[in-house]
């Protein structure tokens, strides 16, 4: 979907300059913090109830409220918008046991809620960043490039395995 908006140039008093949804950033397109929020939030439900994820991250993962905002933070600076987090994600997953068969599984996961809740070009791009990052956390966590990481698709409609229940 393209938007197009008449916003004010910057120091050019009385100028306006038709700017579309392509100009922004991610940050932006996603709807800011309550945009990432909206989709984190059923994303890490979905982690949680998850067969083989789930045990991980309720290990690790005392206060769920917490955690969520500083994933929040995350997200904003990964696509273009304010935020306070620091960086450091890698080794923040060093001492998690991550193996690599966990990378599929929360890729296939990250995938079907981004389809689920974001419009297709910012799931797209979203989608890309997740896998780049995620090529990145796999050789920090594995110690070598993962082999043939690709961008795997979900069917329309098919939820992806490993969830103890199905979500509303």
Do not use: C
Not at 64 to 74: N, S, V
């Amino acid at each position: 979907m393209l938007r197009i908006s008449s916003t004010p140039l910057a120091g050019v008093s009385g100028k306006t300059a038709t700017r579309t949804s392509q100009d922004k950033s991610l940050y932006e397109r996603l709807g800011g913090r309550d945009g990432i929020r909206n989709l984190i939030k059923p994303f890490y439900a979905d982690i949680r109830q998850h067969a083989v994820l789930g045990p991980i991250f309720s290990t690790h993962i005392p206060d769920w409220t917490a955690h969520l905002e500083k994933i929040a933070d995350f997200w904003a600076r990964q696509t273009g918008g304010p935020s306070p987090y620091p960086g450091g994600f890698g080794t923040a997953h060093l001492s998690l046991g991550i193996a690599a068969e966990h990378f599929p599984i929360w890729l296939s996961l990250w995938e079907f809620n981004t389809a689920r809740h974001l419009a297709p070009p910012e799931a797209t791009a979203l989608n890309a960043l997740a896998h780049e990052l995620a090529g990145r956390l796999f050789a920090l966590t594995q110690g070598r490039r993962p082999p043939g990481f690709g961008s795997p698709e979900l069917p329309p409609g098919n939820t992806p395995t490993g969830l103890t229940k199905p979500r509303p």
